[in-house]
T-cell receptor, first 113, second 112 residues
Framework: DAGVIQSPRHEVTEMGQEVTLRCKPISGHDYLFWYRQTMMRGLELLIYFNNNVPIDDSGMPEDRFSAKMPNASFSTLKIQPSEPRDSAVYFC???????????FGQGTRLTVV | GQQLNQSPQSMFIQEGEDVSMNCTSSSIFNTWLWYKQDPGEGPVLLIALYKAGELTSNGRLTAQFGITRKDSFLNISASIPSDVGIYFCAGSSGGGADGLTFGKGTHLIIQP
């Protein structure tokens, strides 16, 4: 299995631009999570899906952030408009329904200038 | 919300030394996980603990789920250079349906 695949690995964009991060979970996993990692706040859960349905988005910082999971093998996290304070590493993770061992992708390092 | 206090924040040790780090929580967790993160990579699962009092080993790594369900520790014996990285504890309080709460990490640096 290729593991959780995220793209792009790095993204540099100008303030105000729309940013879309992509994730392909491990095949067969029912849960998909989006996390954000910063030096100040560490790893924070933004939103998670179960069977493609958003379950808890209370971690999404504000309305500029949105996430979708149109099918079991693809999810996106969109920031519109982006701001410099959104600069962070964004991780996608997935897991099977029966346990809580989440497997992480390599992350997308976002820099908003 | 739930918070995990992980300590120490960083450790500078000599190769061959044993390492110990721990996490405490203000609330009860039903699952404790320990992850390691290398630079430029995502966290990789090291050990998962599912029962209070459980002691689990994975090679030179040993982790325990505290009896109170509010703490966990990770030990690394005879450290080697490839142990360098950031170690995170993570807890889950739900029946398996919620996301993980992460500690801030312990940065392990090994001097040869």
């Amino acid at each position: 299995d290729a593991g959780v695949i995220q793209s792009p690995r790095h993204e540099v964009t100008e303030m105000g631009q729309e940013v879309t991060l992509r994730c392909k979970p491990i095949s067969g996993h029912d849960y998909l999570f989006w996390y954000r990692q910063t030096m100040m706040r560490g790893l924070e859960l933004l939103i998670y899906f179960n069977n493609n349905v958003p379950i808890d988005d209370s971690g999404m910082p504000e309305d500029r952030f949105s996430a979708k999971m149109p099918n079991a093998s693809f999810s996106t996290l969109k920031i519109q408009p982006s701001e410099p304070r959104d600069s962070a590493v964004y991780f996608c993770a997935s897991r099977l329904r029966s346990n809580t061992e989440a497997f992480f992708g390599q992350g997308t390092r976002l820099t908003v200038v | 919300g739930q918070q995990l206090n992980q300590s120490p924040q960083s450790m500078f040790i000599q190769e061959g030394e044993d390492v110990s780090m721990n996490c405490t929580s203000s609330s009860i967790f039903n699952t404790w996980l320990w992850y390691k993160q290398d630079p430029g990579e995502g966290p990789v699962l090291l050990i998962a603990l599912y029962k209070a009092g459980e002691l689990t080993s994975n090679g030179r790594l040993t982790a325990q789920f505290g009896i109170t369900r509010k703490d966990s520790f990770l030990n690394i014996s005879a450290s080697i250079p490839s142990d360098v990285g950031i170690y995170f504890c993570a807890g889950s309080s739900g029946g398996g349906a919620d996301g993980l709460t992460f500690g801030k990490g312990t940065h392990l640096i090994i001097q040869p």
